[in-house]
């Protein structure tokens, strides 16, 4: 027969299988403990960048950020309010220079036109009114002056008959002064009515070159509206790359709005923006270094903002190779203004690290699987190399890859 297993023997059993069951754990717990440790005071090899110390030249730079343009750009505004009656071209279609793009409502403006044209004609039809008024009037009067010319004569005629006659004591002395007053009052008469001859001539003068004048104007408005008439029948101005087009038809347009843009999207430029701190050091005909991925595309700086906004400045690159493969209107690039050259120099590699001049923590390789930090002083730097100030020496191996995980470590195992 089977016997009862004591209770006690049973109680046994049990706590040897929680102890063994508990030591298991423990002993796996130590072993995660041991091997996280090991494994954050170890790194890959594959995973580090590292450079050598060595003396040189560097051209340093200062990093701003920078967005591909077209070289070329035109904006097509609106020359009158009105309204898009219809639409021939779509975003991104290449045109030639002449090619509607679209058509905005002219009716209003050809009706000014028309009426513009009639009150040229009309005042031209005054002016040669005005021209035969005058000349008509100049002619009466002087006609009058020869008239009154005539009298005069005769009147001195009867003058010398009445000296004669007083000579001779058949006249008076009463009739010789009414002729000579006479005489006299006919001269005056005459001088007055040639000195109205000259006013009348100067006055019908300056009366035409007054309705002249207003004629020119209005030719003037004549040509001006021909053409922004022109204007309005929207046209490409030149071969280019259409960017944007008003396409809402019915759409009201204010004068001087934008309703299109043309881009050369075979050349491109690079808009640079920098912090103002560094504003001394970016100057016209500054070259740089434009950085599309691997890219590294040479330009010289075009033109700088003389005006800080947000605590940025503008500045455009113009670049030596404008139609590059990888140019892209609207990609984000990375630009180096080179500002000054030192020579002989410790230089190390530029990377993630690098945030600018200061000290910083780097590791450094101790024989071939060890690193150790090092408290290293660094100056400026281009897109390729920093400087070296302190604490580093030409042959020193530094890692130039992110190390920020590892901050709290002194040393790392290479695996």
């Avoid at 219809?86 to 030639?96: F, L, R």
């Avoid at 028309?114 to 005058?134: A, W």
């Avoid at 690193?371 to 070296?388: P, W």
Wanted: some cysteine.
């Amino acid at each position: 027969m089977d016997r009862e297993i004591p209770k006690d023997e049973i109680m046994r059993s049990k706590r040897k299988k929680i102890i063994i069951a508990a030591s298991a754990c423990a002993a796996f717990i130590v072993l995660m403990l041991v091997a996280s440790n090991m494994l954050r005071n170890s790194v890959q090899k594959k995973d580090l960048r590292i450079s050598t110390v060595d003396r040189g030249t560097i051209e340093c730079s200062v990093s701003a950020t920078g967005k591909v343009a077209p070289a070329f750009e035109e904006i097509i505004n609106s020359p009158i309010s009105t309204r898009i009656l219809e639409v021939y071209c779509k975003a991104g279609d290449s045109v030639v220079t002449g090619t509607p793009l679209l058509r905005l409502d002219l009716q209003s403006t050809e009706t000014e036109l028309n009426k513009l044209l009639d009150e040229i004609e009309m005042k031209r039809h005054l002016l040669e009114q005005q021209r035969l008024n005058n000349s008509t009037q100049l002619s009466d009067l002087a006609m009058q002056i020869k008239v009154k010319a005539m009298t005069v004569d005769r009147m001195a005629v009867e003058l010398r008959n009445e000296r004669y006659l007083d000579s001779l004591g058949s006249g008076t002395g009463d009739k010789v002064r009414q002729v000579e007053l006479a005489y006299r009052t006919g001269l005056l008469e005459l001088e007055q009515m040639r000195q109205r001859l000259d006013n009348e001539k100067r006055v019908a003068e300056a009366d035409l070159q007054v309705k002249n004048l207003e004629l020119n104007i209005s030719d003037k408005n004549l040509s001006e509206m021909r053409r922004t008439l022109e204007d309005a029948r929207i046209r490409a101005p030149r071969a280019a790359t259409l960017t944007f087009i008003n396409n809402q038809i019915g759409q009201k347009v204010a004068e001087g709005e934008r309703i299109a843009v043309i881009s050369d999207l075979n050349h491109f430029k690079v808009e640079g923006e920098i912090a103002d701190s560094y504003g001394d050091r970016v100057a016209v005909g500054s070259k740089a270094i434009v950085k599309i991925g691997s890219e590294k595309l040479e330009g010289i700086v075009a033109n700088v903002t003389p005006l800080s906004r947000n605590g940025v400045i503008s500045f455009t690159v113009q670049l030596a190779d404008d139609n590059h493969p990888r140019l892209r209107s609207g990609l984000k690039t990375d630009v180096y203004v080179m500002c000054d050259v030192m020579d002989d120099v410790m230089r190390v590699a530029n990377g993630s690290f690098y945030t600018g001049p200061g000290t910083y923590d780097l590791f450094v390789m101790e024989g071939e699987d060890e690193l150790v930090k090092r408290k290293v002083r660094l100056g400026d730097s281009n897109f390729e190399c920093v400087e070296v100030v302190d604490g580093l020496k030409p042959g020193d191996r530094v890692v130039t890859s992110d190390m920020k995980e590892f901050k709290e470590r002194d040393n790392l195992k290479i695996k």
